[in-house]
């Protein structure tokens, strides 16, 4: 899936297509919360079995009463290739390798305070998520996301002037408030590198 196609599904550009993803992924999610990801699992291959059973079936009970010679119904889909060619598994092992090489760089700047602001921030921010981990479990910060995704995108692209003007009101008194605190704490000022 290349980045246009998940941005027309995200801004519901074809209704039904998000829909179903919406849906089925919102399902998902809660049926996760209800049961463990074994029993979920399960349900949802049973499901699939059974409709591609009865579906067959039913294909061959109208070629006897037909007596039609059409073959198997799922010929089409037994022929495609469906293994990951080599290509595809190096590219994507490459960019999940640069990205954990960037995370882990990042960490051991951030953990070994090469910056103490950057490091401040970060320990700010695992504060701030200790209570969010308090508040919600990952399953409900996963439906929260989910949810968001495919929300915010519309009222975002609905809403943008107002959206744009408060947002650039919060970043300026934030960026004030942060030169104000840089400003009376020793040693919290940025080196600027040359």
């Given at each position: 899936?290349?980045?246009?196609?998940v941005?027309?599904?995200l801004y519901w550009r074809?209704?039904?297509?998000?829909g179903v993803v919406f849906g089925a992924g919102l399902s998902l999610l809660l049926s996760l919360t209800l049961c463990s990801i074994v029993s979920v699992s399960s349900y949802i291959t049973l499901v699939l079995l059974?409709?591609?059973?009865?579906?067959?079936?039913?294909?061959g009970i109208l070629q006897a009463i037909q007596k039609s010679d059409?073959?198997?119904?799922?010929?089409?889909?037994l022929k495609q290739d469906v293994g990951l060619s080599e290509e595809t598994v190096h590219k994507y092992s490459?960019?999940?390798?640069?990205?954990?090489n960037t995370t882990v760089i990042e960490l051991r700047r951030l953990f070994l305070v090469e910056d103490l602001v950057d490091s401040l921030k970060f320990a700010v921010l695992m504060w701030i998520l200790t209570?969010?981990?308090?508040?919600?479990?990952?399953?409900?910060?996963?439906i929260l996301g989910l949810v968001g995704m495919f929300s915010f995108p519309i009222i975002y692209e609905k809403y943008k002037v107002q959206i744009d003007h408060y947002v650039g009101m919060a970043n300026k008194r934030v960026k004030d408030i942060i030169a104000t605190v840089q400003a009376k704490v020793?040693?919290?000022?940025?080196?600027?590198?040359d």
């Open positions: 899936m290349d980045a246009e196609r941005v027309e599904l074809d209704v039904k297509t998000s059974s409709v591609t059973i009865c579906f067959r079936i039913y294909k059409e073959g198997h119904p799922f010929k089409l889909y490459d960019c999940a390798l640069a990205w954990f209570y969010v981990g308090a508040l919600f479990n990952g399953l409900t910060l996963l020793p040693g919290l000022k940025r080196v600027k590198a």
